[in-house]
């Protein structure tokens, strides 16, 4: 039933819809005579107050007794995200679909940990009992989103309403299209059709080829906004521009990737680009970007001098503000609102701007206390293309859920004053490492519910070991809706007496063999913390169990004594599974990772039970060319305390042969500061002949 106007149908019809799509229950859609004696399913569109906010709208009750189940909100927008939760309290097959697999299979390296989560689906049920409860449920912020990076990769239409589609699931209500960088230009201008003809083709760059229509971004916009979805267009600016800038000859020199603000053209060029970017989008916020503008092309061009002379700019930050400065000029005549990254910040905010802050939070925390509105997106929190794992080929540092899960949109050192001027929070999904569909989803969910929460509900009653519980659902809802989520893992933890088992979700079960056999639902069971003592030549198997006889992935570790325990001055390693003893396990697969820049003086010393006889020690460090030891010695010890050098690091590595000692201890020590941390990767010794 519905009552209260056509907002009031609309959602009643878009859940007998649903229901019609996934169990072909046909339920008939009513108005309500009176909403009080209604017996089934209502939903009432209510009255909002004169000053009611975006917030208010976007606010519900569902309450559920006997007879009725009521959603009730002053506007359509509270009425969907009351849907959304009334399809949560649903089993995942009724509310979202079938369990056949996910939708974007292209067979990449990771497909085993993202497979469906039964060899046998759960049954669709016939009749569902739901619990008596009332809900009264309002969002903690007017900005609650995601980005999307189409530019460095061409993802295609169908992933993008998927993606729209996932969004809409998690009550988050904006989507940053990423359209243009250094590697491509994926948007039709049709003023400059130049741009997608040999912008998007990936010529400068090796991206793949692809672009959108115009009417293709009008169907997504239109699709998003039923979802009470605003989709914000970025064009980068002034840097990150080489597929532009080359094509149009807008740069200062051939190999600049920058803009000539100098050149008269540049403006003109910009605003009929940009008046074409408004019809399509008529989202509020227009995105510019600003980040990572490289400067030096400008101090040694002409043109852009003369201009900085002619305007009294001072510096290359100077000149960048004054791009800001006329993009927001432009696109507050257009009644927009410019918003860009935090380097926006440096030579000047202009009036009404919107910093987006990603290098901490520290850019949003210096906007906020200068009464400018901001979005909060950091790098250590919402950066959803970092590793979710160590053992993951693609992806920046390690963020793990539990990390994601401890996000704050509103920083501690804001006054109450200053707090209102944080818009909220947004989950970032860069492209470089992610070329497909499935690469994307992957690295998107789960993580992206652990935004959602952070900027949806009340500081004080978030709890992650709550949340942990509650994922295990999710991932069968992601799984009913054939987007192909990232599987929770066990890891292992060395310790004296054997390897503990800890679950990447607390409270989950975990299964495990040392028989050679995969671990399933009848094998040991054992629970977060075990011990597992050492059983030399045994394998370890180990995987987390879900609801409905769902299992996850498999990890498996060699039980190898370690003759050996370490002394670090090292801060806490970063992640699960990368703590010191994983560079003397036996296996590359897994490494020692730093959890801050290199610092002169930070050691890692693994020290041996028992001094040995070696004929040789190597240790690599980086992995994938990343967090590399560039200046470092090896250092040796027959105590344990005292150590000589036998040998630098040259390109990662280190190598001593024929030591004349006996080795109590072995110490990798960095004599250089770093900003990257460091990864040591294995360390490889051979015992003397006796």
């Known amino acids: 039933?519905?009552?209260?106007?056509?907002?009031?149908?609309?959602?009643?019809?878009?859940?007998?819809?649903?229901?019609?799509?996934?169990?072909?229950?046909?339920?008939?859609?009513?108005?309500?005579?009176?909403?009080?004696?209604?017996?089934?399913?209502?939903?009432?569109?209510?009255?909002?107050?004169?000053?009611?906010?975006?917030?208010?709208?976007?606010?519900?009750?569902?309450?559920?007794?006997?007879?009725?189940?009521?959603?009730?909100?002053?506007?359509?927008?509270?009425?969907?995200?009351?849907?959304?939760?009334?399809?949560?309290?649903?089993?995942?097959?009724?509310?979202?679909?079938?369990?056949?697999?996910?939708?974007?299979?292209?067979?990449?390296?990771?497909?085993?940990?993202?497979?469906?989560?039964?060899?046998?689906?759960?049954?669709?049920?016939?009749?569902?009992?739901?619990?008596?409860?009332?809900?009264?449920?309002?969002?903690?912020?007017?900005?609650?989103?995601?980005?999307?990076?189409?530019?460095?990769?061409?993802?295609?239409?169908?992933?993008?309403?998927?993606?729209?589609?996932?969004?809409?699931?998690?009550?988050?209500?904006?989507?940053?299209?990423?359209?243009?960088?250094?590697?491509?230009?994926?948007?039709?201008?049709?003023?400059?059709?130049?741009?997608?003809?040999?912008?998007?083709s990936g010529s400068y760059s090796g991206a793949p080829g692809g672009f959108y229509s115009q009417q293709e971004l009008r169907e997504l916009v239109a699709y998003a906004a039923e979802r009470h979805i605003t989709i914000v267009p970025e064009i980068d600016l002034p840097g990150h521009s080489t597929a532009v800038t080359r094509v149009m000859h807008l740069n200062c020199n051939p190999s600049s990737g920058v803009y000539c603000i100098g050149n008269p053209e540049t403006f003109p060029f910009l605003e009929k680009v940009f008046d074409e970017v408004l019809e399509i989008f008529p989202s509020r916020y227009v995105h510019i970007g600003g980040d990572e503008c490289p400067k030096d092309a400008w101090l040694n061009c002409p043109k852009c001098q003369a201009l900085m002379k002619q305007e009294n700019l001072a510096s290359g930050e100077a000149l960048q503000s004054y791009v800001t400065r006329h993009m927001n000029d432009y696109l507050q005549s257009k009644g927009r609102t410019l918003i860009g990254w935090d380097e926006i910040l440096e030579g000047g905010l202009p009036p009404k701007a919107v910093v987006m802050s990603w290098r901490s939070q520290d850019g949003g925390v210096e906007a906020a206390k200068l009464g400018h509105y901001t979005v909060m997106s950091p790098t250590g929190y919402v950066y959803l293309d970092y590793r979710q794992s160590g053992n993951e080929p693609f992806g920046g540092a390690l963020l793990p859920m539990s990390k994601t899960y401890q996000f704050q949109p509103t920083p501690p050192e804001l006054t109450p004053e200053q707090q209102h001027y944080v818009l909220g929070g947004q989950g970032n999904l860069w492209a470089e490492n992610l070329p497909t569909p499935a690469h994307a989803a992957y690295m998107l969910a789960p993580r992206i519910a652990a935004v959602a929460e952070a900027v949806w509900s009340p500081a004080e009653v978030r709890d992650w070991p709550d949340f942990a519980r509650r994922m295990l659902t999710q991932l069968e809802r992601y799984s009913a809706m054939k987007f192909p989520a990232r599987q929770p893992r066990v890891f292992f933890e060395a310790a004296e007496e054997g390897v503990r088992l800890r679950s990447e979700l607390p409270g989950a079960s975990i299964r495990y063999t040392l028989n050679d056999e995969e671990p399933g639902w009848t094998s040991l069971q054992a629970r977060d913390g075990q011990l597992i003592p050492w059983q030399d030549g045994k394998t370890l198997q180990a995987r987390l169990t879900g609801n409905h006889g769902a299992l996850f992935p498999v990890s498996s570790k060699k039980l190898y004594r370690p003759q050996i325990h370490f002394?670090?001055?090292?801060?806490?390693?970063?992640?699960?599974?990368?703590?010191?003893?994983?560079?003397?396990?036996?296996?590359?697969?897994?490494?020692?990772?730093?959890?801050?820049?290199?610092?002169?003086?930070?050691?890692?010393?693994?020290?041996?039970?028992?001094?040995?006889?070696?004929?040789?020690?190597?240790?690599?460090?980086?992995?994938?060319?990343?967090?590399?030891?560039?200046?470092?010695?090896?250092?040796?010890?027959?105590?344990?305390?005292?150590?000589?050098k036998a040998a630098d690091f040259v390109d990662g590595e280190a190598a001593a042969n024929r030591i004349d000692q006996p080795v109590k201890a072995i110490r990798i020590r960095v004599t250089a500061p770093d900003e990257h941390w460091l990864i040591i990767k294995e360390i490889e010794t051979t015992e003397a002949a006796k």
């Open 1 to 200: 039933y519905y009552t209260g106007g056509a907002a009031a149908e609309k959602c009643a019809r878009l859940f007998a819809e649903r229901l019609k799509e996934t169990a072909d229950w046909t339920l008939p859609v009513e108005a309500a005579v009176k909403a009080e004696s209604a017996d089934g399913i209502l939903f009432r569109l209510a009255e909002l107050p004169p000053d009611a906010d975006q917030l208010d709208r976007e606010s519900y009750q569902l309450t559920i007794e006997p007879n009725l189940v009521c959603v009730t909100a002053g506007d359509e927008a509270g009425l969907f995200y009351g849907l959304q939760t009334l399809l949560q309290l649903l089993p995942p097959r009724l509310a979202y679909g079938s369990f056949d697999g996910p939708r974007f299979d292209d067979n990449w390296e990771h497909r085993d940990l993202s497979r469906s989560l039964y060899s046998v689906p759960p049954a669709l049920p016939e009749t569902v009992a739901l619990p008596k409860l009332t809900i009264d449920d309002r969002p903690r912020y007017p900005w609650r989103g995601s980005m999307a990076d189409v530019a460095r990769h061409y993802m295609p239409m169908e992933y993008l309403y998927q993606l729209i589609d996932l969004m809409a699931a998690h009550k988050l209500n904006t989507l940053q299209l990423h359209l243009v960088d250094d590697q491509a230009w994926r948007l039709e201008i049709k003023a400059f059709p130049q741009l997608v003809k040999e912008g998007s």
């Open 567 to 644: 002394e670090t001055n090292m801060t806490q390693p970063y992640g699960m599974d990368h703590g010191p003893e994983a560079a003397w396990d036996y296996d590359e697969a897994t490494y020692f990772w730093s959890g801050e820049p290199q610092q002169d003086g930070q050691y890692l010393t693994a020290v041996l039970h028992t001094p040995k006889k070696l004929d040789n020690i190597r240790v690599a460090t980086g992995d994938h060319g990343r967090d590399i030891l560039h200046q470092g010695v090896l250092e040796v010890s027959a105590d344990g305390r005292t150590f000589t």
